[in-house]
């Protein structure tokens, strides 16, 4: 079925054809809790059925949302087992979705979900809301109004959140949900403010793949998932040091006092940057959107992947955000400026709430990377190019990572795995000011522990340009390569562009490399003075 817009009002997607069942919640049982689910990562942007959260600060523009004053009532047992807690502000589950482990507490109890369903019981509930993804919105509608189990399928954000990214036509206005959004887009004559967030309470409908999406919008970090700090940190160190210490070995280190001349790091706030890029659209997920709209939905969505403003055209859109700050000194060798205009995408400005980020992946074109802090603060996880994450699954090519839906679901389920690890991951948390080095090949989590603004550029210097053009001349280059529209032939442009530019870099990094190889291979003294067979040493006079 082809996804539509109509242009008359179903009664339907406001309300349900039977009647609420309100009922307290009871206790969240976590104990055998949810399926571990995973998305694939392509370099090609997808929208996916599931999402990501973001709840926090109050929004000067709609003050509360309908139904949020009885959402935000906290209601008995919603403290998590086993030392997880929910955020303050979060509410109960909008339909009363408890987990699976609840029915199994519950013997008398029937899971309304399969009744609902009928036939459909047997599917998984990742594959009923695929098959509702085709679905337009009328028909979600009117599908809501069948049973219980299709009212809750029906109404699960993501899927409107889908409708509205992907059919937007114009200014995307965030109304406290998704499908008011979408109502609100599609029928503007119709007072969205009617249509209560919390909707109707479904009683016994267990489901651990809808309950977990509710879970990972809405509960706290763990002071365990905070507390390792084992990044080494410098301030003042010189560029050869640098080098020596971090580039040539690849190791990441936290820079301090590298940016304390910058004007956007005393500027740069919401109000600062609404007033000063006014209608400029930034890229934020497959949408654009000016900074006072995007603002607006931050303060409001409660999503476990919330959208986050990732731009590597802001410097071209807004001249002055360019200007307000300046590389730092350790990361100015950039050998892809040999390209001029017809490099790659190289640097983003980053904003998003509490609760936004990037999940496990590796830098584009095996390039490294920095990451400054203007405002807020991030937490890194980094594990070295030939440790692959717990939880991560890269394809044998490269081309695609699968791994946890979302950061918040990694660290449930993975991160208590690397305490036993003899080769723990890099940990920190970056706060505003500070710089972080991001070694080529590396492994990298990122999350923001508050709302967060951040300059983030990739770039390719000595240390790392035969890394870059190994991987530029991969035999799937055309699927590997990022950020520019001419993936197949940028190697030979790239490396005809050095040769005309910096004549004899190439040659001289692989006699260096050569000479490193055969520095390693080369057998010590001890080597030269044991008898391997005897394994006692020998005397040559």
């Given at each position: 079925m082809c996804r539509q817009s109509s242009k008359t009002l179903p009664y339907c997607l406001f309300v349900s054809g039977f009647s609420s069942e309100a009922k307290p919640s009871s206790m969240?049982?976590?104990?055998?809790?949810?399926?571990?689910?995973?998305?694939?990562?392509?370099?090609?942007?997808?929208?996916?059925?599931?999402?990501?959260?973001?709840?926090?600060?109050?929004?000067?523009?709609?003050?509360?949302?309908?139904?949020?004053?009885?959402?935000?009532?906290?209601?008995?047992?919603?403290?998590?087992?086993?030392?997880f807690n929910l955020k303050a502000s979060a509410p109960s589950h909008t339909h009363g979705v408890k987990p699976l482990g609840n029915l199994y507490l519950n013997p008398g109890s029937v899971n309304s979900?399969?009744?609902?369903?009928?036939?459909l019981q047997t599917l998984t509930d990742e594959l009923v809301l695929e098959i509702l993804a085709f679905l337009a919105g009328t028909h979600l509608g009117v599908l809501a109004s069948v049973s219980k189990s299709f009212y809750i399928f029906a109404n699960h954000e993501p899927l409107w959140r889908n409708l509205v990214l992907e059919n937007l036509n114009g200014r995307l206005l965030y109304n406290c949900t998704w499908k008011s959004t979408y109502i609100a887009a599609h029928y503007p004559s119709f007072d969205v403010s009617n249509v209560s967030v919390s909707g109707l309470r479904v009683r016994d409908f267990y489901s651990d793949y809808l309950f977990q999406s509710w879970l990972c919008a809405n509960l706290?970090?763990?002071?365990?998932?905070?507390?390792?700090d084992n990044i080494i940190r410098r301030r003042g160190i010189s560029v050869e040091e640098f080098i020596s210490d971090f580039e040539e070995p690849n190791k990441p280190v936290l820079l301090e006092?590298?940016?304390?001349?910058?004007?956007?790091?005393?500027?740069?706030?919401?109000?600062?940057?609404?007033?000063?890029?006014g209608d400029v659209q930034f890229a934020a997920g497959p949408v654009e959107m000016n900074l006072?709209?995007?603002?607006r939905y931050a303060d409001q969505a409660r999503e476990e992947r919330p959208l986050y403003v990732f731009d590597p055209k802001?410097?071209?859109?807004?001249?002055?955000?360019?200007?307000e700050y300046e590389v730092p000194v350790y990361f100015r060798e950039d050998l892809f400026n040999v390209l001029g205009n017809e490099r790659p995408d190289y640097r983003w400005i980053i904003i998003g709430p509490a609760g936004s980020g990037s999940s496990f992946h590796i830098d584009p074109n095996s390039t490294s990377a920095w990451n400054a802090v203007i405002k807020g603060s991030k937490k890194?996880?980094?594990?070295?190019?030939?440790?692959?994450?717990?939880?991560?699954?890269?394809?044998?090519?490269?081309?695609?990572?699968?791994?946890?839906?979302?950061?918040?679901?990694?660290?449930?389920n993975f991160y208590g795995a690397t305490k036993t690890w003899k080769r723990k991951p890099i940990e920190c948390i970056c706060k505003a000011g500070e710089v972080l080095f991001v070694p080529n090949g590396w492994w990298h989590l990122v999350f923001n522990l508050e709302e967060?603004?951040?300059?983030?550029?990739?770039?390719?210097?000595?240390?790392?340009?035969?890394?870059?053009?190994?991987?530029?001349?991969?035999?799937?280059a055309s699927t590997l390569v990022s950020g520019t529209r001419d993936r197949v032939n940028l190697y030979d442009k790239f490396r005809k562009a050095i040769e005309t530019s910096l004549p004899g870099t190439i040659d001289k990094l692989l006699q260096k490399a050569e000479e490193k190889k055969a520095q390693q291979s080369k057998p010590s003294f001890w080597d030269t003075v044991t008898d391997s067979k005897a394994g006692a040493f020998k005397f040559s006079f």
């Open positions: 969240l049982s976590f104990k055998s809790l949810l399926s571990k689910r995973t998305k694939a990562i392509t370099k090609k942007k997808k929208n996916k059925i599931r999402s990501k959260t973001v709840p926090t600060k109050q929004n000067p523009i709609c003050e509360k949302c309908p139904g949020e004053e009885e959402m935000e009532e906290a209601e008995d047992g919603d403290e998590v087992e086993e030392g979900r399969n009744t609902g369903l009928g036939n706290e970090m763990k002071p365990e998932w905070l507390e390792r006092g590298c940016m304390d001349n910058w004007v956007a790091l005393e500027k740069w706030d919401r109000d600062y940057l609404v007033k000063l890029c006072e709209d995007y603002f802001f410097g071209e859109k807004v001249a002055r955000l360019g200007s890194w996880v980094l594990f070295p190019p030939d440790v692959v994450p717990p939880g991560v699954h890269p394809s044998p090519d490269g081309a695609e990572v699968a791994c946890p839906v979302s950061i918040i679901e990694w660290f449930m967060s603004i951040a300059i983030t550029q990739n770039y390719a210097s000595r240390s790392n340009l035969l890394n870059v053009l190994d991987f530029l001349k991969r035999p799937n």
